[in-house]
């Protein structure tokens, strides 16, 4: 139900382009976010966006990583700048619905950063 894209390798300092579209199965569409799971480690949050726009980002991405949502389209993108090797994971779309936050996880898309 959620199909994410944009994944892929760069070196530090690029920049990646991630977007997840839902399909119009799921409705009343609340949140949206995108979280990220590197080797050994837990998934964590990246950044979340609020249905009117609110953006939420870890401390550790905040002036590097841009959340927005498009909501005619049902689009959560997250665009990431100045990369660093630490960013380097699996990183999965998130969306939730009022009566069931984080509800919905899209499949993941990997993506690499070089030093």
């Known amino acids: 139900q959620l199909q994410a894209c944009g994944g892929g390798s760069v070196q530090a300092g690029g920049s990646l382009r991630l977007s997840c579209a839902t399909s119009?199965?799921?409705?009343?569409?609340?949140?949206m976010g995108w979280f990220r799971q590197a080797p050994g480690k837990q998934r964590e949050l990246v950044a979340e966006i609020s249905r009117s726009g609110s953006p939420n980002y870890a401390d550790s991405v905040k002036g590097r990583f841009t959340i927005s949502r498009d909501n005619a389209k049902n689009t959560v993108y997250l665009q990431m700048n100045s990369l660093k090797p630490e960013d380097t994971a699996v990183y999965y779309c998130?969306?939730?619905?009022?009566?069931?936050?984080?509800?919905?996880w899209g499949q993941g898309t990997q993506v690499t950063v070089s030093s």
């Open positions: 119009g199965r799921i409705s009343s569409i609340n949140d």
């Open positions: 998130n969306v939730g619905v009022p009566w069931a936050p984080r509800v919905y």
